[in-house]
């Protein structure tokens, strides 16, 4: 039985980004910088918030204020997060645990953090370890029984009854906890096999893998599939939440000096550079006034 520690948790962690490369957040993460990981983070911050990674977000960021953890991550000091970029880039071998448990949450491995880990060691028992026990339990009952027949047969009775025991619980383990990831893991792989999806001018959309396109074609990226879309503005835009004062929109500019629009952060779907957020200065500049839609124009107060 291999016995879970922490340079394993580290060990397998790694081996899935390697594999995944950030699976559903690949899009930040295939080729990760420091300003990616921030953006990572404060795109996952309302997505993934169970009790657990709750610990590992404030253990890394050392939140000050739990009403606005949005606005502490975006302030956060990006040289903090150059020793997880070395890390997954192989610059580092080693990294520190907090480190480690942010990474866990990014790729969203389980089970984490590292305590959650650890405890899983008692469903990794297997058959061979079993039989070990077994036969080892077989030469104590004929050891008591030479010594004393009475005393052997009721100790014959309790160990069949802890061999059976071990059998159903070996068993329960098999089916309430592996074989359920069998099944899953397997449907999954047929429901996404030969799924994947390109850029169709303004919003990506699902395609068989091993089909050509004009644009290039990637695995599925659920949020990014659902989220990530091309849009026009005018001045009568909502650039901003009005509560948080949050950008909604992102931007890239062009060779032509033209202003792309895009409603989530990442990377440009054709040219791979990464999106910046809309400010005022921007919209001030580059937003006209109005399009040649009636909605667009905006009405002055009498």
Known sequence: ?????????????????KKEKGGEMNSF???????????????????????????????FFQFKNEENKWREIQNFD????????NFLKNK???????NIELIS???????????????????????????ENKKSIDYKRELIGSKNEEIGKENQKKIKTFIILI????????????????KILGAITMKEDNKCMTWAKTHYEKVLCTKKFNTKTEPIDPIRLANFKKVEVS?????????????????????KGEIEYFTAPGLHPVHGETLKKIT???????????TFKETSFLKEAN
């Open 1 to 17: 039985m291999e016995i879970k520690t922490s340079e394993s948790y580290q060990k397998k962690i790694l081996e899935k980004y």
């Open 29 to 59: 993460l295939m080729e990760p910088t420091t300003r990616q990981i921030r953006e990572a983070c404060m795109y996952l911050l309302e997505k993934r918030s169970s009790k657990d990674d709750n610990y590992i977000l404030n253990r």
């Open 78 to 85: 990006a040289n903090k997060f150059r020793p997880i970029v």
């Open 92 to 98: 580092a071998k080693k990294t520190s645990p907090e």
């Open 105 to 131: 949450w990014l790729i969203d491995f389980k089970p984490r953090p590292l305590q959650e880990y650890l405890k899983s060691n008692f469903s990794d028992i297997d058959q061979n370890e079993f039989i």
């Open 167 to 182: 059998t159903i619980a070996f068993t329960a383990v098999f089916l309430i906890v592996i074989a359920p990831k069998i």
């Open 235 to 255: 001045m009568a835009t909502s650039f901003f939440n009005e509560d948080t004062n949050q950008p909604l929109l992102w931007y890239y500019k062009n060779k």
């Open 280 to 290: 005022e200065t921007i919209i001030n500049k580059y937003v006209p006034e109005h």
